[in-house]
T-cell receptor
């Protein structure tokens, strides 16, 4: 069964450093997402991406965040200058179609646990 | 904005049926998701309701009433492995792809 993959599974970084989290969405999917989940809290939407551009972003997704689809398979989230409060699990997800479709299965990757020290 | 409410915790007995409710208030609505999330793992898609009514998928069913801003997830023939958090999430209207999650309902299945 096709799946979303993410690397690394765990990333430890020092405050102020840049990190890049990588995702490989399911190959025929067209819509990509990043979410984060701080330990013990709810899943929070960060950004959605379609047709090589951001389609929606949340208030969390400020100038320190950026996303890119550098080639036909990878989808990355960059955090430019990490802060302690960026420590969380970051999930990538993908869907085949958009919100207007009746069948809309969203598949999550296993996540990258980011620890900022 | 969007506000999603669901009970924090529930307990049910193996083999029984449990209903997890979700109410939402939103400025625009496209559809509602249910996800299952085991501790330390990623959410797993269960259902996406766009139209009013009940959709059944094996032991799991999901119901939506758009006029009431209400949904429920029904789990039948509960198994121990169903112990997990169940997340209700709303998709914003307007062709955008923003999904807002509730805090989740932690379900404990007991023998």
């Amino acid at each position: 069964e096709p799946e979303v993959t993410q690397t690394p599974s765990h990333q430890v970084t020092q405050m102020g450093q840049e990190v890049i989290l990588r995702c490989v969405p399911i190959s025929n999917h067209l819509y990509f997402y990043w979410y984060r989940q701080i330990l013990g809290q709810k899943v929070e939407f960060l950004v959605s991406f379609y047709n090589n551009e951001i389609s929606e972003k949340s208030e969390i997704f400020d100038d320190q965040f950026s996303v890119e689809r550098p080639d036909g398979s990878n989808f990355t989230l960059k955090i430019r200058s990490t802060k302690l409060e960026d420590s969380a699990m970051y999930f990538c997800a993908s869907t085949e179609g958009g919100a207007g479709t009746l069948s809309y299965e969203q598949y999550f990757g296993p996540g990258t646990r980011l620890t900022v020290t | 904005g969007q506000n999603i409410d669901q009970p924090t915790e529930m307990t049910a007995t193996e083999g029984a049926i449990v209903q997890i409710n979700c109410t939402y208030q939103t400025s625009g609505f496209n559809g509602l998701f249910w996800y299952q999330q085991h501790a330390g793992e990623a959410p797993t898609f269960l259902s996406y309701n766009v139209l009013d009514g009940l959709e059944e998928k094996g032991r799991f069913s999901s119901f939506l009433s758009r006029s009431k801003g209400y949904s429920y997830l029904l789990l039948k023939e509960l198994q121990m492995k169903d112990s997990a958090s169940y997340l209700c999430a709303v998709m914003k209207a307007g062709g955008y792809q923003k999904v807002t999650f509730g805090t989740g309902t932690k379900l404990q299945v007991i023998p």
